[in-house]
């Protein structure tokens, strides 16, 4: 007799809904200010987040009852290798002043973030994404989700060029392949629904009927530029390069940030080296091991439905011997290549064909107007001028391509202008350091990130000058809850929203985002954050060894040295 496998709402949820179709289209028709629980859930398939405003979750009617929730939705851009062109950027500027909150926000994925779409919007609004020809479909989900790779725009370069494509086409390889979105969203008026008489499967190859049991990432880097961040991707092709050429990638396998700190049996992981494998196995590999992952990952409990933690049961051996049996042949060990550096890709660059790149730091990737920093009208004034095409970084900050050096002195003053800093006025921990949206949109945040971001970063600035330490490659990610958005359990410092105004600090890890941190200090104010970090700054500068990096120093010395927590 066969055990029988429990399963959860979510699943059924995905097999019921005529590929991804469920009650969207008609929730879409009907005047109700937000959509059904169904629909909420396979809303994210297509990009998709329904939330609320958070800040007004305790207003009140004129009569004193209680307003109940302002529905706002969420879409976002899947963008893979970050790559826009100058008109789908004018386009999602237009598109976030049209129908959402004014601003456009770079993610910690290269994609595009709008907040605040009331739902009789999101239509025309998803319309006009597609129009610019990007898309919404895929960028959430139980799917393969935006492909990373770094965004440098080095030209007459076959290794960058190789790496780029190659991430492309995987991106393509893993799209969904439900005609859900175009019924939904891309039909003309009257024949957007395909009415659940009429609907005829086409066939989902990879997916199946339950899609994968959790979202899944890949990112494709190179050794001495992990600017994505490989290691907290479930899946991280490493270019290992020899006299200019890719010879091949090593597979890392099982990273992911998301725990829930009262349930044990969840941990942010980094990835694990796996194999060596040649350009042209990248996809097939990767396929074999999304199989893998879609037919044992757990369906029962989505806390625990990542590809790490079948690593995790299994062991690295059982995994791989696995990803051999579905791709039909054995794997090489990984070579012994791994990450050395980061380049934040900011600042003046020349690309390799007479013309320059420019890298924009956006703080938490916020492209709006506010006071004197007026960044949405800058960057418009250069893009529709000079329309040149554009790359998100990992990093939440972006970069102008192609410019010719005779407009450099323009740009930099059309720049200066809009109060946009170059990137030489900016410490490095500013440049390195990014914070995840939280409130008021984010659902799931227990506390402020990106609105706190400015108070923190100024005073962790102002005490790393005080000790001598301004100039110091140091990184810092900030998130309002464990689940992880700005990738925090890796850098030298990490900042996790624990309580209302309260934080987890975590030390340890390190630019190259290769290891896990540990707990440095538990719930500490907002107000005292950078006071908490003083000694271990004060430490690092007496005691550093040579040409140490703070997160090596403080892996080195343990948290008790520090006057942080006993590990
Ligand atoms: Fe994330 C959920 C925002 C990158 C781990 N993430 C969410 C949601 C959708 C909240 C929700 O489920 O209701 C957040 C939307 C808030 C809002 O109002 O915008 C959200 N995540 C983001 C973004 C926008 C953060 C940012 O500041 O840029 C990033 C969008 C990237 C993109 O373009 O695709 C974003 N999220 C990440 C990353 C970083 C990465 O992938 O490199 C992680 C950690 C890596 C990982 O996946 O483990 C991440 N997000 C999560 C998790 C925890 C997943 C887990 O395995 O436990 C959740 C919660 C969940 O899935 O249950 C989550
Ligand atoms: Fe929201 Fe938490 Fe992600 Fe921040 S880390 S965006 S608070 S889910």
Same mark, same amino acid.
């Given at each position: 007799?066969?055990?029988?496998?429990?399963?959860?709402?979510?699943?059924?949820?995905?097999?019921?809904?005529? $590929?991804?179709?469920?009650?969207?289209?008609?929730?879409?028709?009907?005047?109700?200010?937000?959509?059904?629980?169904?629909?909420?859930?396979?809303?994210? %398939?297509?990009?998709?987040?329904?939330?609320?405003?958070?800040?007004?979750?305790?207003?009140?009617?004129?009569?004193?009852?209680?307003?109940?929730?302002?529905?706002?939705?969420?879409?976002?851009?899947?963008?893979?290798?970050?790559?826009?062109?100058?008109?789908?950027?004018?386009?999602?500027?237009?598109?976030?002043?049209?129908?959402?909150?004014?601003?456009?926000?770079?993610?910690?994925?290269?994609?595009?973030?709008?907040?605040?779409?009331?739902?009789?919007?999101?239509?025309?609004?998803?319309?006009?994404?597609?129009?610019?020809? !990007?898309?919404? !479909?895929?960028?959430?989900?139980?799917?393969?989700?935006?492909? /990373?790779?770094?965004?440098?725009?080095?030209?007459?370069?076959?290794?960058?060029?190789?790496?780029?494509?190659?991430?492309?086409?995987?991106?393509?390889?893993?799209?969904?392949?439900?005609?859900?979105?175009?019924?939904?969203?891309?039909?003309?008026?009257?024949?957007?629904?395909?009415?659940?008489?009429?609907?005829?499967?086409?066939?989902?190859?990879?997916?199946?009927?339950?899609?994968?049991?959790?979202? %899944?990432?890949?990112?494709?880097?190179?050794?001495?530029?992990?600017?994505?961040?490989?290691?907290?991707?479930?899946?991280?092709?490493?270019?290992?390069?020899?006299?200019?050429?890719?010879?091949?990638?090593?597979?890392?396998?099982?990273?992911?940030?998301?725990?829930?700190?009262?349930?044990?049996?969840?941990?942010?992981?980094?990835?694990?080296?796996?194999?060596?494998?040649?350009?042209? $196995?990248?996809?097939?590999?990767?396929?074999?091991?999304?199989?893998?992952?879609?037919?044992?990952?757990?369906?029962?409990?989505?806390?625990?439905?990542? /590809?790490?933690?079948?690593?995790?049961?299994?062991?690295?051996?059982?995994?791989?011997?696995?990803?051999?049996?579905?791709?039909?042949?054995?794997?090489?060990?990984?070579?012994?290549?791994?990450?050395?550096?980061?380049?934040?890709?900011?600042?003046?660059?020349?690309?390799?064909?007479?013309? !320059?790149?420019?890298?924009?730091?956006?703080?938490?990737?916020?492209? $709006?107007?506010?006071?004197?920093?007026?960044?949405?009208?800058?960057?418009?004034?250069?893009?529709?001028?000079?329309?040149?095409?554009?790359?998100?970084?990992?990093? $939440?900050?972006?970069?102008?391509?192609?410019?010719?050096?005779?407009?450099?002195?323009?740009?930099?003053?059309?720049?200066?202008?809009?109060?946009?800093?170059?990137?030489?006025?900016?410490?490095?921990?500013?440049? !390195?350091?990014?914070?995840?949206?939280?409130?008021?949109?984010?659902?799931?945040?227990?506390?402020?990130?990106?609105?706190?971001?400015?108070?923190? /970063?100024?005073?962790?600035?102002?005490?790393?000058?005080?000790?001598?330490?301004?100039?110091?490659?140091?990184?810092?990610?900030?998130?309002?809850?464990?689940?992880?958005?700005?990738?925090?359990?890796?850098?030298?410092?990490?900042?996790?929203?624990?309580?209302?105004?309260?934080?987890?600090?975590?030390?340890?890890?390190?630019?190259?985002?290769?290891?896990?941190?540990?707990?440095?200090?538990?719930?500490?104010?907002?107000?005292?954050?950078?006071?908490?970090?003083?000694?271990?700054?004060?430490?690092?500068?007496?005691?550093?060894?040579?040409?140490?990096? %703070?997160?090596? %120093?403080?892996?080195?010395?343990?948290?008790?040295?520090?006057?942080?927590?006993?590990?």
């Amino acid at each position: 007799m066969t055990e029988e496998v429990k399963r959860s709402k979510a699943e059924f949820l995905k097999e019921g809904s005529r $590929q991804l179709r469920g009650p969207i289209a008609e929730d879409l028709r009907s005047a109700e200010p937000s959509f059904s629980g169904d629909s909420e859930g396979l809303l994210k %398939f297509h990009g998709v987040y329904q939330e609320d405003d958070r800040d007004l979750r305790k207003a009140k009617n004129p009569d004193g009852t209680p307003k109940g929730k302002t529905f706002i939705m969420m879409a976002r851009t899947r963008i893979p290798g970050g790559r826009v062109t100058a008109e789908q950027f004018l386009t999602h500027l237009d598109l976030c002043e049209k129908y959402a909150n004014g601003t456009l926000r770079i993610t910690t994925r290269q994609g595009y973030q709008f907040h605040g779409i009331p739902k009789g919007d999101l239509k025309s609004l998803i319309r006009g994404i597609n129009d610019s020809l !990007l898309t919404t !479909l895929g960028a959430c989900g139980d799917v393969n989700r935006n492909v /990373m790779a770094c965004p440098a725009p080095y030209k007459n370069n076959p290794v960058r060029d190789e790496m780029g494509k190659l991430a492309r086409e995987t991106a393509e390889a893993f799209k969904p392949r439900s005609t859900a979105y175009f019924d939904i969203w891309l039909r003309d008026e009257n024949g957007e629904e395909t009415l659940a008489s009429e609907f005829k499967p086409v066939e989902e190859p990879l997916y199946g009927t339950v899609y994968l049991p959790r979202k %899944f990432k890949i990112a494709f880097a190179l050794p001495e530029d992990n600017c994505v961040d490989i290691y907290a991707n479930d899946l991280g092709f490493l270019a290992i390069v020899e006299n200019d050429r890719i010879i091949g990638y090593n597979v890392l396998v099982g990273g992911g940030m998301g725990t829930t700190p009262s349930a044990a049996k969840t941990f942010p992981a980094v990835a694990k080296r796996m194999a060596f494998i040649t350009p042209d $196995q990248v996809i097939p590999v990767a396929e074999a091991i999304i199989k893998v992952q879609r037919d044992n990952g757990n369906r029962e409990d989505r806390k625990v439905a990542r /590809m790490k933690y079948v690593i995790a049961n299994w062991g690295l051996e059982k995994f791989k011997a696995t990803v051999e049996e579905y791709y039909g042949k054995p794997l090489a060990e990984p070579h012994p290549a791994d990450v050395t550096n980061v380049d934040d890709h900011l600042g003046w660059h020349e690309q390799g064909d007479g013309k !320059l790149f420019l890298g924009i730091n956006i703080d938490c990737g916020r492209i $709006q107007d506010v006071g004197d920093k007026r960044i949405k009208t800058g960057l418009r004034k250069v893009v529709e001028k000079y329309r040149m095409e554009i790359r998100n970084t990992a990093q $939440q900050s972006m970069i102008l391509c192609d410019i010719d050096p005779a407009d450099k002195a323009d740009i930099a003053r059309i720049l200066a202008e809009h109060g946009i800093l170059p990137a030489e006025d900016l410490l490095p921990i500013r440049r !390195l350091s990014m914070a995840c949206v939280a409130f008021p949109t984010c659902g799931l945040s227990i506390t402020d990130s990106e609105r706190v971001y400015p108070q923190v /970063m100024a005073g962790l600035e102002a005490e790393l000058e005080r000790h001598g330490l301004a100039n110091e490659r140091i990184t810092m990610h900030m998130t309002g809850c464990p689940n992880g958005c700005a990738r925090p359990y890796t850098p030298d410092i990490g900042i996790v929203g624990k309580a209302v105004g309260k934080y987890t600090i975590f030390l340890g890890g390190n630019l190259t985002g290769s290891r896990i941190a540990y707990k440095y200090k538990d719930m500490v104010p907002l107000e005292d954050l950078a006071k908490e970090l003083s000694p271990a700054f004060e430490k690092f500068k007496a005691e550093r060894a040579n040409g140490e990096s %703070f997160g090596d %120093f403080c892996l080195r010395v343990g948290s008790v040295a520090l006057g942080g927590l006993v590990e």
